[in-house]
T-cell receptor
Framework: NAGVTQTPKFQVLKTGQSMTLQCAQD?????MYWYRQDPGMGLRLIYY???????DKGEVPNGYNVSRLNKREFSLRLESAAPSQTSVYFC?????????????FGQGTRLTVV | QKEVEQNSGPLSVPEGAIASLNCTYS??????FFWYRQYSGKSPELIMF????GDKEDGRFTAQLNKASQYVSLLIRDSQPSDSATYLC?????????????FGTGTSLTVIP
């Protein structure tokens, strides 16, 4: 019962490097989300995909791109990493039914940009 | 911008006491409300959700919702050291927002043995 799986768990990048964070869910949820979590800032939404084939910007999208590859997978790409993107990144998938909405989180990716 | 406000704490309570965590939200149209627990270095995990005004109890946890005051709280009875964590209040924006979850910054709770 994997739920939401994120890779990698840890990553160190140099400024200007690029990378893709991978996320996959096996719960057949339509909606998937990428958050970043910084001390004192809580969880902030970067991008989300309400359904396969659609993506939308969240609160802090600058410097990121996303791809909803299929219903299971939602990736986050940093094209040119900056120190300000040092953070913990969480992928989440959300089930939304009448009186039953819940967000399930992956284990997180700790990214350091030096 | 939909805002969710929490006291950052830290909140310290002795073992066996009641811990009270509070949250306010700005969007009066919000329909569903959640409390997540997050241990250091781990991902958030759902404790409780509540949709209707009033209280909802689950074991040692009670969520309280007052939509008129735009206020949600979480009470933890008989607090245990294992309850020491950061508690995140979240509000679901509904289908019009793509079912986005809006999170508070979290309240750090320490239960002292």
């Amino acid at each position: 019962n994997a739920g939401v799986t994120q890779t990698p768990k840890f990553q160190v990048l140099k400024t200007g490097q690029s990378m893709t964070l991978q996320c996959a869910q096996d719960m057949n949820h339509n909606s998937m989300y990428w958050y970043r979590q910084d001390p004192g800032m809580g969880l902030r939404l970067i991008y989300y995909s309400a359904s396969e084939g659609t993506t939308d910007k969240g609160e802090v999208p600058n410097g990121y791109n996303v791809s909803r590859l299929n219903k299971r997978e939602f990736s986050l790409r940093l094209e040119s990493a900056a120190p300000s993107q040092t953070s913990v990144y969480f992928c989440a998938s959300i089930v939304s039914q009448v009186m039953n909405t819940e967000a399930f989180f992956g284990q997180g990716t700790r990214l350091t940009v030096v | 911008q939909k805002e969710v406000e929490q006291n950052s704490g830290p909140l310290s309570v002795p073992e066996g006491a009641i811990a009270s965590l509070n949250c306010t939200y700005s969007d009066r149209g919000s329909q569903s409300f959640f409390w997540y627990r997050q241990y250091s270095g781990k991902s958030p995990e759902l404790i409780m959700f509540i949709y209707s005004n009033g209280d909802k109890e689950d074991g040692r946890f009670t969520a309280q919702l007052n939509k008129a005051s735009q206020y949600v709280s979480l009470l933890i009875r008989d607090s245990q050291p294992s309850d020491s964590a950061t508690y995140l209040c979240a509000v679901n924006g509904g289908a019009n927002t793509g079912n986005q979850f809006y999170f508070g910054t979290g309240t750090s709770l320490t239960v002292i043995p």
